[in-house]
């Protein structure tokens, strides 16, 4: 239909065109949609706690271990947590809360439910395309599942989450930026045979 996806680096995907909706199941990892516009047929991305429904727009969908994060660059999407998630929410009073965001607006669905609009540049979410990663006030969790896609060795972290990590690199710097976190955050990497490992040293 004209529409174009883009994968991050060990990011997959399912397709389905029903008459009714274009349906895709993002199972890991990262993907930029450019949507034709269809009224008759929404363009839905689901993942395993949100649901993201669009017409036609520019946006990035991020799956991480603790959060998924939908990056808009121009158009409107509307998030909310997957109906799975929304009846259990329901079951424990957890407040429940689909968003629309647009050109330049940046939400994230956590494991509880929240759906909460945060103040970050969504075109760090298209930097892969240029060949860089871009972490802005990221913890350890969430570098671990990023540089885990652009290596044969993933990365782990343990201990404490240290947050509030900052950095601009280069996709083929990526051993080397994790080999120096040391010098920018209380932690030590440390090789095992399957893993990296990055070890918080806090307390």
Same mark, same amino acid.
């Given at each position: 239909?004209?529409?174009?996806? !883009? /994968?991050?680096?060990?990011?997959? =995907? ?11 199941? /993002?199972?890991?990892? *990262?993907?930029?949609? *450019? ?5 008759? &047929? ?10 993201? !429904?669009?017409?036609? !727009? ?6 991480? *271990?603790? /959060?998924? &994060?939908?990056?808009?660059? %121009?158009? &409107? ?5 997957? /109906?799975?998630?929304? =009846? ?53 969790g969430e570098i671990a599942s990023t540089v885990s896609r652009y290596r044969l060795k993933p990365v782990q ?18 051993? %080397? ?13 440390? *090789? ?12």
């Amino acid at each position: 239909d004209g529409t174009k996806v !883009t /994968l991050s680096a060990k990011s997959e =995907m399912e397709v389905t065109y029903y008459r009714h909706q274009r349906h895709v199941l /993002l199972k890991e990892g *990262e993907a930029i949609f *450019e949507v034709e516009k269809d009224p008759e &047929r929404p363009f839905v991305v689901e993942t395993d706690t949100a649901v993201v !429904t669009v017409l036609g !727009t520019r946006f990035a969908v991020n799956r991480l *271990e603790q /959060l998924v &994060r939908v990056s808009v660059d %121009h158009g &409107r999407v509307k998030v909310a947590p997957k /109906l799975e998630s929304a =009846m259990a929410a329901a079951a424990t009073n957890a407040p429940l809360e689909a968003r629309e965001i647009t050109n330049g607006q940046v939400v994230e669905v956590y494991p509880n439910h929240a759906t909460v609009l945060v103040n970050r540049p969504a075109s760090d979410a298209f930097a892969f395309l240029s060949g860089r990663l871009v972490f802005d006030r990221a913890d350890l969790g969430e570098i671990a599942s990023t540089v885990s896609r652009y290596r044969l060795k993933p990365v782990q972290s343990q201990g404490r989450q240290i947050r509030n990590i900052s950095a601009d690199i280069n996709i083929q710097d990526v051993d %080397h930026f994790l080999h120096g976190l040391p010098n920018i955050a209380a932690v030590k990497v440390q *090789e095992t045979p399957q893993y990296t490992l990055i070890i918080s040293q806090r307390d």
